[in-house]
């Protein structure tokens, strides 16, 4: 059997809950595909500060970087509301991403049958979606500096940064065609060429990047009408690339389609360019389910735990090669909807460790 | 009669067709409101490279300086894509709302009963929305410097910047409370606290302009929740107020919930803070529907003209002090959709000028 060694942050309000679940679908489907999923326990966000008074300590980073993948829960809730800047839950995950340089973020949203009528969009909209959003993670306005306030006579004022460089672009871009072309061949570019210097060179770099993909169509959107077009017309989007605020922004408001934010995973990956040209080869990453903590539901068993279940299934294809089992949880997923298992969130009755067994028996 | 100019620049594509039916209304209307609108053409965009080489004259915008208002169609198209920088259409509006000072942009979008079924939402999801989107027009990375880009040996790199002051801030929300006090007296500010510093700015200025109207409700939300909201539960919104870029992105993503762009009217507003506090008094405005240049359908008579329409009534209201006017023209778009008549984009046949006179007659 091959080991997988996982470092698992639960982080904080339902983290613990969702996490358990998908932590415990690995472990049963293990011996079927000859692996073995080793779990190494750390604290980050609330629970960090919390016990140690920080929301990242060097120990995670370090234990991260020993391991083959990173398993995250959520950060934050209202214990914490009132701290700023580097105190804040959320910047122990912005360090990490920066730490393990995650510069790829994941986010697939895809449409199922069993609750289009989940969907804010009309069925005959919504039908059938199946999207994914590649958001540039550790460039940009994010980590731009200057990021600072000051003030003066005239009054305060603050400042932020958006450099991007081309090696950025590039790779960021070059992923999406990777994935592109394990999908239905369509890259959609996001930008405000027609406004920021940036957004043009990432224009230019992107259409170079294209050039070495033939076989797949580069469309180049604004980022205005790429947010109306998500809505208006799901179904014309496969790969969305774009930076790290705009994908922030298009990659959540894509996620309404789905019906709820519960439903989505997401991986963040670091990796050299793969050795075939072309492909994605297996890359480190760290998997996170999409929506927060959800502190007014936590402890209560209302989670829905398919987000971080279909996370450590991206964890399989992408950082394991595993991608026959990452199918098999997937389609384990899609029964258990279709039999009617679903959480509060998604208009069930079923709690969190209901769903998270009812996919385990079908994977 | 109190006489009113008004500088017209019917700029690109369907431009001149919906400005037309907006201007013919304007003059049927005057007589029984005392009021006398007098026109002065002028170019932009397109037109104006056409004509002058350049997107913008001084000389339109001193006609702009000397009007009580400007009425603008739309600008840009596949004829000009391959200008750059300010050698394209877009940069004479960027141009025209900085010498204008036109700070703050204002897009009301409303879901009419009659158009319930062209929305991209569910029915019990979009009826009755009603918001305003109220965005930083001249600040933020549309104007912050460096903007630019530079290749050395490392490669090719480029920075923009995102500034904001705690007057521009103050300025524009102060204005979105007032206004909110004309409607349902709920402010939603929209930032991005969490990771920048201008954002953090932002917030405590809201903050303190929310404190001076004890009447209104101020939430703050984070851009990522808002572009989720904005689809999942469009009614929970009355007056949005953000920066400059997240406008442009959450204006437009609003626009989806109409049905279409067509509808949608727009203001950009400059004025002193009225003397009255807590109203809004007359402002030195320029109109324009949010739509573009559409050149695909340009002089098929196929555009919808209430954009434009529903731009001059806004014209009416907060340039010239006409409210009752406005709401004349506001009930005639409505019974006009009420009765059936549709253009294209709404899925109607009517063409732009029946439409237009369609609003006339009951106006
Ligand atoms: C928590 C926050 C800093 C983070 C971000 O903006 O990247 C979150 O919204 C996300 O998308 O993962
Ligand atoms: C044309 C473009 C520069 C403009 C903007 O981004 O402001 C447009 O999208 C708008 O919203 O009026």
Redesign the interface.
Known sequence: DRTFHILLLPGDGVGPEVTAEARALLEAVGPAVGARFVFNEGLIGGAAIDAYGTPLRDEEIDAALASDAVFLGAVGGPAWDNL?GEA?P?SGL?RLRKALGLFANLRPVRVFDALVDAS???PQ?ARGADLLVVRELTGG??F?RP???RTDE??????????????EIERIVDLAFRLARQRRRKVTSID?A?????S??WR??ATEVGERYPDVTLEHML???G??R???RPRDFDVLVTEN??G??????A??LAGS?GMLPSASLHGEPPTRPGTVAPMFGLYEPVHGSAPDIAGQGLANPLGAILSVSMMLRFSFGLADAADAIEAAVEDALAAGYRTRDIGGTATTAELGAQVRERA
């Open positions: 700023r804040r959320e912005l804010p969009l009309k909209i306005l994010y731009g990021s600072e306030r005239a009054g305060r004022r603050a400042i932020d940064t958006l450099p991007y460089t081309d090696h405000k027609n406004v920021l210097a940036t043009q060179l230019e770099v980022v205005d009408a947010s109306m998500l809505i208006a605020l705009f922030d922004i298009l990659s959540d408001e996620g309404v934010l």
